[in-house]
């Protein structure tokens, strides 16, 4: 597709379940993102492939994230035993060469609410 | 650490208004700094980008200059419109770091 598509755009956990988030980047863009933006709040950095290689994701905030890329297109976010504080809206993002900075592409968001 | 304050909102305007949006950074080098909007219903996008000391971005009648003596980056347009409405997000980036967003800031501009 023409701009980044995340997949579901809403979903609601009740607390201890796992969930899974979708990013369909866009074609041939090489640095992948994920951030994390709570209500009101501005976008806090997850975690950066170059391709499949996740190079960065000190931004995790525990060890029940986790998020993968294997094939350098599709990523994919998990998070294990969802928490009340994980609900937020997970962006994922793009850009077409390596490095971290830079103009980004973004997605509309998986709006996730943990009950 | 580096990051972004931003004026809070929401900021509200008449058409026609001049628009400032107030933001300044603490960085330990020399990092590109950029405005990011998120339209209602849309993904956030790049507005516009300065990536040394004095430079001007501009898009959409919107600029923004890079003060590195003062540390800021305000958001300026001269006659704000209703598509204007929107969240503007102020955002730095360090060489091989991911861009760091300040909180945001809502605009309503009414007719």
């Known amino acids: 597709g023409a701009g980044v598509s995340q997949s579901p755009r809403y979903k609601v956990a009740k607390r201890g379940q796992d969930v899974a988030l979708r990013c369909d980047p866009i074609?041939?863009?090489?640095?992948l993102f994920w951030y994390q933006q709570a209500l009101g709040q501005g976008p806090e950095f997850l975690t950066y492939?170059?391709?499949?290689?996740?190079?960065?994701k000190s931004g995790l905030p525990s060890d029940r994230f986790f998020a993968e890329r294997p094939e350098g297109s599709v990523s994919t976010l998990k998070i294990q035993r969802t928490q009340q504080e994980d609900s937020a809206v997970y962006l994922c993002?793009?850009?077409?060469?390596?490095?971290?900075?830079?103009?980004?592409?973004f997605g509309e968001g998986s709006r996730l609410t943990v009950l | 650490g580096d990051s972004v304050t931003q004026m809070e909102g929401p900021v509200t305007l008449s058409e026609e208004a001049f628009l400032t949006i107030n933001c300044t950074y603490t960085?330990?080098?020399?990092?590109?700094l950029f405005w990011y909007v998120q339209y209602p219903g849309e993904g956030l996008q790049l507005l516009l980008k300065?990536?040394?000391?004095?430079d001007k971005g501009s898009n959409k009648g919107f600029e923004a200059t890079y003060r590195k003596e003062t540390t800021s980056f305000h958001l300026e347009k001269g006659s704000v419109q209703v598509s204007d409405s929107a969240v503007y997000f102020c955002?730095?980036?360090?060489?091989?770091?991911?861009?760091?967003f300040g909180k945001g800031t809502t605009l309503s501009v009414s007719s």
């Open positions: 993002a793009c850009a077409v060469g390596g490095g971290a900075a830079g103009e980004l592409f």
């Open positions: 074609s041939g863009h090489v640095s």
């Open positions: 492939f170059q391709n499949e290689a996740q190079l960065d």
């Open positions: 960085a330990t080098g020399y990092p590109s």
């Open positions: 300065a990536t040394k000391a004095d």
């Open positions: 955002a730095l980036s360090q060489a091989g770091t991911a861009l760091i």
